[in-house]
């Protein structure tokens, strides 16, 4: 079972950011947070991941609270191209496998 | 960057017969390739973990005897689908990793199988 709490749906306008919540309370300190979207019909793309500080590149920043419960990913000025199911994970460092969630459904409009 | 392809884009096959789908990883060499399979409406799940030169590693559920994965190179890993049946048409989507475990995968566009 994946090991984070996303909401089912998100709407951004355009041009806004979009700020996409997850939870992971129950995250231990070697797992890291990582963040992919799928665009409709097509493979995970991966957008970031991060361990305790905030990271950010050219696509989004994620925002990992202090206790580590919790992450935000911003994409800072959200794209009718940014329409897709984005997934948060929680994996340990040494491991491989990606538990996907059913992610948040984030729709951007005009 | 990272990309990976995979081929075909798409296919569509009788029942009873096998289909071989190729994933590859364009510009760096993946040791290990993942495979997923994606039903509508549903989340991606993990079907096997390939390392190149070795057997593949199944999750649990998994027929192995149908789901054949090769991978006999740095950058070719491939999945065969025999006998397909109707269920299992679905979005085949694998993934490759460089480096060691934990390294970031990179997924590749999918494969829509349709079995009629």
């Known amino acids: 079972d994946a090991k984070t709490t996303q909401p089912t749906s998100m709407d951004c306008a355009e041009g806004r950011a979009a700020n996409l919540p997850c939870n992971h309370s129950t995250i231990s300190g070697n797992e890291y947070v990582y963040w992919y979207r799928q665009i409709h019909s097509q493979g995970p793309q991966y957008i970031i991941h991060g361990l305790k500080n905030n990271e950010t590149n050219e696509m989004a920043s994620l925002i990992i609270t202090e206790d580590r419960k919790s992450s935000t990913l911003i994409l800072p000025h959200a794209t009718l191209r940014d329409t897709a199911v984005y997934y948060c994970i929680v994996r340990p460092y040494n491991t491989d496998k990606l538990i996907f969630g059913t992610g948040t459904r984030l729709q951007v409009f005009p | 960057g990272a990309v990976v392809s995979q081929h075909p884009s798409r296919v569509i096959c009788k029942s009873g017969t096998s289909v071989k789908i190729e994933c590859r990883s364009l510009?760096?060499?993946?040791?290990?390739m993942f495979w997923y399979r994606q039903f509508p409406k549903q989340s991606l799940m993990l079907m096997a973990t390939?390392?190149?030169?070795?057997?593949?590693?199944?999750e649990q559920g998994v027929e192995k005897d149908k789901f054949l994965i090769n991978h006999a190179s740095l950058t070719l890993s491939t999945l065969t689908v025999t006998s397909a049946h109707p269920e299992d048409s679905s979005f085949y989507i694998c993934?490759?990793?460089?480096?060691?475990?934990?390294?970031?995968?990179?997924f590749g566009p999918g494969t829509r199988l349709l079995v009629l």
């Open positions: 510009d760096f060499q993946a040791t290990t």
């Open positions: 390939s390392n190149e030169g070795s057997k593949a590693t199944y």
């Open positions: 993934s490759a990793r460089r480096g060691r475990a934990g390294e970031t995968q990179y």
